[in-house]
Protein backbone atom coordinates (compact mmCIF):
# COMPACT_ATOMS: atom_id res chain seq x y z
CA UNK A 1 0.00 0.00 0.00
CA UNK A 2 1.60 3.59 -0.67
CA UNK A 3 0.34 6.35 1.21
CA UNK A 4 -0.43 9.85 -0.73
CA UNK A 5 2.56 12.20 0.11
CA UNK A 6 1.54 16.00 0.11
CA UNK A 7 3.34 18.83 -1.92
CA UNK A 8 7.04 19.21 -0.31
CA UNK A 9 6.80 22.80 1.18
CA UNK A 10 10.09 23.27 0.07
CA UNK A 11 11.41 21.41 -3.00
CA UNK A 12 14.77 22.25 -2.47
CA UNK A 13 15.20 20.29 -0.02
CA UNK A 14 14.91 17.43 -1.52
CA UNK A 15 16.92 18.39 -4.34
CA UNK A 16 19.70 19.69 -2.16
CA UNK A 17 19.93 16.15 -0.32
CA UNK A 18 19.83 13.80 -3.54
CA UNK A 19 22.48 16.58 -5.02
CA UNK A 20 25.86 15.28 -2.95
CA UNK A 21 26.98 18.21 -3.14
CA UNK A 22 30.09 20.21 -1.51
CA UNK A 23 32.03 23.92 -1.20
CA UNK A 24 33.26 26.83 0.75
CA UNK A 25 30.83 28.75 2.96
CA UNK A 26 30.66 32.33 1.81
CA UNK A 27 31.31 34.79 4.04
CA UNK A 28 27.54 36.49 3.76
CA UNK A 29 25.47 33.94 1.84
CA UNK A 30 26.12 30.06 0.48
CA UNK A 31 23.18 29.21 -1.82
CA UNK A 32 22.59 25.74 -1.51
CA UNK A 33 19.68 25.06 -3.54
CA UNK A 34 16.39 26.99 -4.72
CA UNK A 35 14.77 28.13 -1.57
CA UNK A 36 17.83 26.48 0.88
CA UNK A 37 20.77 29.33 1.61
CA UNK A 38 22.88 29.87 4.84
CA UNK A 39 22.73 33.16 5.83
CA UNK A 40 25.67 35.07 8.09
CA UNK A 41 26.15 38.43 9.29
CA UNK A 42 28.75 39.69 7.56
CA UNK A 43 30.90 41.25 10.44
CA UNK A 44 31.07 37.35 11.39
CA UNK A 45 33.31 36.98 8.73
CA UNK A 46 32.54 33.30 8.18
CA UNK A 47 34.55 30.90 6.64
CA UNK A 48 34.35 26.58 6.21
CA UNK A 49 32.68 24.38 4.16
CA UNK A 50 29.41 22.28 3.82
CA UNK A 51 28.76 19.11 2.25
CA UNK A 52 25.59 16.87 1.80
CA UNK A 53 27.13 13.50 1.84
CA UNK A 54 24.96 10.27 0.33
CA UNK A 55 21.72 10.21 2.43
CA UNK A 56 22.02 13.24 4.78
CA UNK A 57 21.10 16.43 4.49
CA UNK A 58 24.03 18.87 5.10
CA UNK A 59 27.08 18.42 7.12
CA UNK A 60 28.68 21.94 8.25
CA UNK A 61 32.07 23.09 9.66
CA UNK A 62 31.92 26.75 10.28
CA UNK A 63 34.81 28.75 11.19
CA UNK A 64 34.33 32.56 11.47
CA UNK A 65 36.88 35.02 12.12
CA UNK A 66 34.67 37.92 13.36
CA UNK A 67 32.48 38.37 15.94
CA UNK A 68 28.58 38.64 14.33
CA UNK A 69 25.14 38.32 15.39
CA UNK A 70 23.81 35.51 13.69
CA UNK A 71 24.32 32.80 11.08
CA UNK A 72 21.38 30.89 9.65
CA UNK A 73 20.09 28.08 7.83
CA UNK A 74 17.23 29.38 5.72
CA UNK A 75 14.53 27.59 3.78
CA UNK A 76 11.56 29.03 2.03
CA UNK A 77 8.28 27.52 2.27
CA UNK A 78 5.71 26.90 -0.12
CA UNK A 79 2.60 27.52 1.81
CA UNK A 80 -0.67 26.79 2.03
CA UNK A 81 -2.70 30.30 3.38
CA UNK A 82 -1.66 30.25 6.84
CA UNK A 83 -5.79 30.04 8.11
CA UNK A 84 -6.06 27.04 6.57
CA UNK A 85 -3.62 25.34 9.04
CA UNK A 86 -3.62 24.32 12.51
CA UNK A 87 0.27 23.11 13.15
CA UNK A 88 3.25 24.05 11.38
CA UNK A 89 6.38 22.16 11.89
CA UNK A 90 9.40 20.48 11.17
CA UNK A 91 11.76 17.46 12.00
CA UNK A 92 15.44 16.78 12.09
CA UNK A 93 18.18 14.45 13.03
CA UNK A 94 21.28 15.94 13.63
CA UNK A 95 24.48 15.50 15.82
CA UNK A 96 27.98 17.34 16.42
CA UNK A 97 31.23 16.35 17.71
CA UNK A 98 30.52 18.91 20.89
CA UNK A 99 27.00 20.61 22.40
CA UNK A 100 25.48 23.41 20.12
CA UNK A 101 21.95 24.83 20.47
CA UNK A 102 19.83 26.17 17.94
CA UNK A 103 17.05 27.76 17.38
CA UNK A 104 14.25 27.63 14.76
CA UNK A 105 11.72 30.19 13.44
CA UNK A 106 9.38 31.08 10.98
CA UNK A 107 10.35 34.30 9.35
CA UNK A 108 7.10 35.92 7.82
CA UNK A 109 7.77 38.86 5.20
CA UNK A 110 6.32 42.06 5.68
CA UNK A 111 4.58 44.74 3.66
CA UNK A 112 7.35 47.27 4.18
CA UNK A 113 10.33 44.64 2.73
CA UNK A 114 10.83 43.79 6.47
CA UNK A 115 10.21 40.36 8.28
CA UNK A 116 8.97 39.31 11.92
CA UNK A 117 9.89 35.99 13.38
CA UNK A 118 8.16 33.64 15.42
CA UNK A 119 9.87 31.12 17.36
CA UNK A 120 9.36 27.55 18.30
CA UNK A 121 9.08 26.80 21.53
CA UNK A 122 11.85 24.43 21.47
CA UNK A 123 15.79 24.54 21.26
CA UNK A 124 17.36 22.71 19.07
CA UNK A 125 20.05 20.15 21.44
CA UNK A 126 23.05 19.04 19.06
CA UNK A 127 25.37 16.41 21.03
CA UNK A 128 27.65 13.87 20.03
CA UNK A 129 25.41 11.27 20.27
CA UNK A 130 22.92 11.96 17.11
CA UNK A 131 19.34 11.81 17.69
CA UNK A 132 15.86 13.21 16.76
CA UNK A 133 13.95 16.75 17.37
CA UNK A 134 10.42 17.41 16.83
CA UNK A 135 8.36 20.70 17.16
CA UNK A 136 5.63 22.48 15.69
CA UNK A 137 4.06 25.82 16.07
CA UNK A 138 0.34 25.67 17.06
CA UNK A 139 -1.03 28.67 14.48
CA UNK A 140 -3.86 29.60 16.69
CA UNK A 141 -1.93 30.43 19.84
CA UNK A 142 0.62 32.50 17.96
CA UNK A 143 -1.02 35.89 17.69
CA UNK A 144 2.08 37.67 16.62
CA UNK A 145 2.35 35.75 13.35
CA UNK A 146 0.62 36.96 10.55
CA UNK A 147 -1.57 34.94 8.96
CA UNK A 148 -0.98 37.22 5.82
CA UNK A 149 2.64 37.83 4.79
CA UNK A 150 4.28 38.14 0.96
CA UNK A 151 6.67 34.64 1.73
CA UNK A 152 7.72 32.60 4.80
CA UNK A 153 11.10 30.98 5.99
CA UNK A 154 12.15 28.33 8.37
CA UNK A 155 15.29 29.80 9.89
CA UNK A 156 17.55 27.43 11.94
CA UNK A 157 19.93 30.21 13.73
CA UNK A 158 22.87 28.29 14.16
CA UNK A 159 25.92 29.61 16.48
CA UNK A 160 28.14 32.42 15.61
CA UNK A 161 31.24 30.34 16.68
CA UNK A 162 33.82 27.92 15.07
CA UNK A 163 31.52 24.76 14.82
CA UNK A 164 31.05 21.63 13.36
CA UNK A 165 27.14 19.89 12.59
CA UNK A 166 26.04 17.10 10.69
CA UNK A 167 22.06 17.64 9.93
CA UNK A 168 21.46 14.13 9.00
CA UNK A 169 17.40 14.99 7.73
CA UNK A 170 15.07 17.96 7.88
CA UNK A 171 11.74 17.50 7.00
CA UNK A 172 8.97 20.03 7.31
CA UNK A 173 5.01 19.78 7.53
CA UNK A 174 2.06 21.81 8.10
CA UNK A 175 -1.48 20.24 8.95
Known amino acids: MSALKPAPLCPGLDTFTASRRNGPLQAARTDLAPGVFLNADPVLQLAGSYSSPAGYFLDLSAAPAGSGSWFGLHVVL ?9 YLGFACRLAAPEPQMLRASLRSGTEDDGFSDCFFDK ?27 PWHELVLFLPCQAFDLSLMHLHLFAL
Open 78 to 86: QLPPLHDIS
Open 123 to 149: HILASERAHSHLDALYLDSRPELPLSA
